[in-house]
C-alpha cells in the first residue's frame, strides 16, 4: 500500500521492479500515477478503499484493481464503465465478515446472491477481500474467507495488511496489502 506517501519514496521500488502498488483514494491516485503509469506502462494500480459511484468513471481511467466492490449499484456502475471506456477491470468483492456497521463489504449471507449478480454484468471477479475487525484473531476471518472463496471457485484472495500479512499468507492470500512494512510508519 502506498497510500499517503509520495512518489519520491515509491520511485525507488518501481526503479527496482515493484510493479503492483494500491491506493485507498481515486483523487489522490490520479494525482500521483497518472504520469508515472505512462511511463512504467508494467505498474498495477490497486483501489483499496471503498469507492463511490461518482468517482468510478476517474476509478477506471486509473486503476487496474479494485478490491472494494460491495453493492449492485456500484457493480452497475463499474460495468457500464468498463463499456464506455473499453477496459476491464479485475475485480474483488470486499466482504464484511465481522458485521462490522463502520465498515463496507457485503454480508457474507448475500455473498452468493451477489456474486452471481457481478457475473451477470460480466465484470471480472478474481476473488474475495476482506479487512478483520480490529482487537480480534485475524486469522479465524481470513479462514472463513478462504472458504468462502473455495465455494465460490475462486482463485484469488486479497487479505493481510503489515499487521497480519503471515497469518494471511498462511491461509492462501494472493494479494497481500503490505504498506508499513515496506514503506515505514504514514504520517497523514
Known sequence: MSKTFKMQEILPLIKHGHSHFGENKVQEAIEKWSDIK????NIKLHLIG???TNKVKFAIKIFDY???V???KLANKISEEQLKQK???KIFIQVNLGEE???YGISKLDLENFYKYCKNLDLDILGLMCIPPVNKDSKIFFQELKLLNQKLNLKEL???MSSDYISASECHSTYLRI???IFGERFT
Not at 505512462?38 to 506502462?41: F, G, Q, S, V
Open 38 to 41: 505512462t511511463e512504467y506502462p
Open 158 to 160: 486479497s487479505m493481510g
Open 87 to 89: 477496459k476491464k477491470i
Open 101 to 103: 456497521k463502520q465498515k
Open 179 to 181: 504498506g508499513s512494512k
Open 66 to 68: 479494485i478490491h472494494s
Open 70 to 72: 460491495d453493492s449492485e
Open 50 to 52: 471503498g469507492l463511490q
